[in-house]
């Protein structure tokens, strides 16, 4: 997911056109067109809530040939024969159906949806960039998940256009305090 600093992910009105390059930060990694290019080989499906999907057919599909589930409850088409779409119990979904076919599957995108991952312990990741912008209001990645979840930071990387990654092991059991 890409952030602002103050933690949204669009503007009210679901625009992001904020998540472009702003700062030229030196010490920074340059991000290139092949370590995406391998970064994106790894993943072997993709799944996405309804607004997602509409927003990358609008975009311009950049899934390729990659199998994608979309999740909804409306009635969507697609031309591609590696689209499928997914409206039932979610945990059943991904233990029955997407971790025993596939290795790396990637959440895209939505914070109605992520929320649902991290709350039904489907999530074992979440890497977020932070974008170099403060929007003051917006669509919030993270609102009301209503429990507390425990994190384990496994990387940062800061890029040359001001973006920061950090990405978080999702821990399955509570750390104590007790020492």
Known sequence: MVSSLDGFIGRQDGD?????????????????????????????????????????????????????????????????ETVTFYSGDLSKFVEEQLRPNFQNIWMVGGSKLTKEFIRLKLADEIV?????????????????????QTLHLKNTRAYNDGMVELTYEILKEAISNNT
Request: net charge negative; aromatic share 12%; with cysteine.
């Open 16 to 80: 992001i056109s904020w998540m472009q390059p702003y700062d030229k930060y030196e010490k920074g990694d340059e991000l290139t067109e092949e370590e995406i290019a391998a970064f994106l080989k790894h993943i072997d499906c993709y799944v996405m809530g309804s607004k997602t999907y509409e927003h990358a057919l609008e975009l311009g599909w950049p899934y390729g040939d990659v199998p994608v589930t979309v999740l909804t409850k409306r009635k969507l088409k697609s031309e591609r």
């Open 128 to 148: 977020i960039s932070i974008m170099p912008i403060i929007l003051g209001d917006g669509i919030l990645f993270f609102d009301h998940i209503g429990k507390e």
